[in-house]
T-cell receptor, first 113, second 117 residues
Framework: EAQVTQNPRYLITVTGKKLTVTCSQN?????MSWYRQDPGLGLRQIYYSMNVEVTDKGDVPEGYKVSRKEKRNFPLILESPSPNQTSLYFCASSLALTSSPLHFGNGTRLTVT | AQTVTQSQPEMSVQEAETVTLSCTYDTSESNYYLFWYKQPPSRQMILVIR??????QNATENRFSVNFQKAAKSFSLKISDSQLGDTAMYFCAFMPSNSGGYQKVTFGIGTKLQVIP
């Protein structure tokens, strides 16, 4: 089944404790991206990647890191999480064609205390 | 930069009735794509419908249709014969086609739709 898999689905952590949210897709998509969803703000892009070893900042990259060592994986890293990073996070992927829609993972609800 | 505005934070509709969700956008691009995504309580983001700006014909997908007014930069979603399963947050999204080989999708803040039995 074609899908984008995110883990974990829920995560509660404390300020400053490094964490990684994993994202994997099995559709051989070139493009992958991370979004955060906050009430009243919609979805905002954090980082995106056009292909292996090619990443770039989105609209809200501060406090986040990503890597794209393999085409299928695009982990999101929070080196020192803070409470303002409490949010719902989505990974998405698509073919590198502007007409291709995004395929989303099921989201990760992150709470930083 | 593009902006997408959804001016209705919340809406409700009776089951089997029709409801229209509004979306306006601002862009200087001439070629682009517009999308409506649905997010039910399960949190999953589901593509509902897609419109290509160069196509004048409004897109339809079963009970879902759009009213695309390019000059007015308006892209509303009409849901006919509303069902309880349509209860969800709906996001309008814009994607320029001249994006230099990468996708830059801009989302609205969403409209929460409640279908009432």
């Amino acid at each position: 089944e074609a899908q984008v898999t995110q883990n974990p689905r829920y995560l509660i952590t404390v300020t400053g404790k490094k964490l990684t949210v994993t994202c994997s897709q099995n559709m051989n998509h070139e493009y992958m991206s991370w979004y955060r969803q906050d009430p009243g703000l919609g979805l905002r892009q954090i980082y995106y990647s056009m292909n292996v070893e090619v990443t770039d900042k989105g609209d809200v990259p501060e406090g986040y890191k990503v890597s794209r060592k393999e085409k299928r994986n695009f982990p999101l890293i929070l080196e020192s999480p803070s409470p303002n990073q409490t949010s719902l996070y989505f990974c998405a992927s698509s073919l590198a064609l502007t007409s291709s829609p995004l395929h989303f993972g099921n989201g990760t609800r992150l709470t930083v205390t | 930069a593009q902006t997408v505005t959804q001016s209705q934070p919340e809406m409700s509709v009776q089951e089997a009735e029709t409801v229209t969700l509004s979306c306006t956008y601002d862009t200087s691009e001439s070629n682009y794509y517009l999308f409506w995504y649905k997010q039910p309580p399960s949190r999953q983001m589901i593509l509902v419908i897609r419109q290509e700006a160069y196509k004048q014909q409004n897109a339809t997908e079963n009970r879902f249709s759009v009213n695309f007014q390019k000059a007015a930069k308006s892209f509303s979603l009409k849901i006919s014969d509303s069902q309880l399963g349509d209860t969800a947050m709906y996001f309008c999204a814009f994607m320029p086609s001249n994006s230099g080989g990468y996708q830059k999708v801009t989302f609205g803040i969403g409209t929460k739709l409640q279908v009432i039995p």
